[in-house]
């Protein structure tokens, strides 16, 4: 089963707040939906269920800085900001692309 894609509005504010060159910082993680939860469920393993980090990324206050901060730092493992792996893979290579 295929997961839903983060939101086109969280992938854009957080390509902009890149492209703006105003340091992302780690501040934001006090205010994250998912401080309280597990970290199992945003790291899977191969075939594991990423619904449940998805949802939490869809209502967290914090998910543009999140995927941002991934993106800046080159995360290769986890769900953040509601992105998986691949997902950061597509944006980085569009990051590229436009500079």
Known sequence: MRTARPTATVV???L???ASGEPVGDDWRDRAACRDM???LFFPTRGESVAEAKAACARCPVAVR???FALESREQHGIWGGCA?????VLRRQLGSAA
């Open 16 to 18: 902009e707040l890149l």
């Open 66 to 68: 999140c995927l941002a």
């Open 38 to 40: 597990p970290n199992e």
């Open 12 to 14: 854009d504010a957080a």
């Open 85 to 89: 792996e691949r997902d950061r893979r």
